[in-house]
């Protein structure tokens, strides 16, 4: 294959091992292939190692929102209220990203999610098929429960870090524009030409 010379090994059905050979017409699609059966085969892998799911299309996010709307109102005094609130915001741009993309109404959907998230329907979320909302883990729209947590943590964890800076210092130098570049001094082709090589134009006396 590809001038190599390979073994095949066929009829074994114990085998824990397996080759997956792949053809195309250009090394660019090859990689493309390969890349795309790497993300398959690790997704494959998280499936099977995290058994928890939860719904996808915003369900998960706009459920954690609406609980940390009540518990804001609820447990929190006046001035922390804003902070908790804000984050229960932050993760509404994820169903409404979700909109943006489809084209869909964002402000409608959202508002309709609000409204069931509050009714206690926890699996709602943007239906793409029909332009709406729907109960998505029914629907079999799943993501896997570790990869909602990762990013939840790694969303946190920024934040942390970009409030922890007090100030910034900036370098006034190389804020200032670049001053155009200068043409070369007389005579620095000239000694440019002699130092490959080349001897001086000879001048008409």
């Known amino acids: 294959i590809g001038g190599e ?4 090994f066929e009829g074994c059905p114990k085998a824990k091992t397996c080759t997956l050979v792949l053809r195309g017409g250009a ?6 292939v390969e890349r795309s059966l790497h993300d398959a085969i690790m997704v494959v892998k998280r499936a099977i190692k995290n058994t928890t799911i939860v719904a996808g299309g915003g369900a998960c996010e706009m459920e954690i929102s609406t609980y940390l709307h009540g518990f ?22 994820i169903p409404r990203q979700l909109c943006d993309n489809a084209g869909f109404d964002a402000t409608d959907i959202l508002n309709r999610l609000r409204v069931e998230h509050r009714k206690g329907h926890l699996w709602a979320g943007v239906d793409f098929d029909h332009e709406g909302i729907r109960d998505n883990l029914e629907a079999f729209v799943w993501e896997p429960a570790l990869v909602k ?13 970009i409030l922890s800076v007090d100030e910034t210092i900036r370098n006034q130098e190389s804020q200032q524009p670049q001053a155009p570049q200068r043409g070369l001094p007389p005579g620095a082709a000239q000694r440019a030409m002699r130092g490959r090589g080349r001897g001086m134009p000879s001048r008409g006396r």
């Open 5 to 8: 010379r390979l073994n095949f």
């Open 27 to 32: 090394e660019q699609f090859i990689a493309e």
């Open 72 to 93: 804001a109102d609820k447990n929190v005094p006046h001035k922390q209220q804003s902070i908790i609130k804000a984050f229960a915001k932050a993760l509404e741009v």
């Open 149 to 161: 947590i990762n990013a939840i943590q790694a969303a946190v964890e920024a934040s942390c870090l």
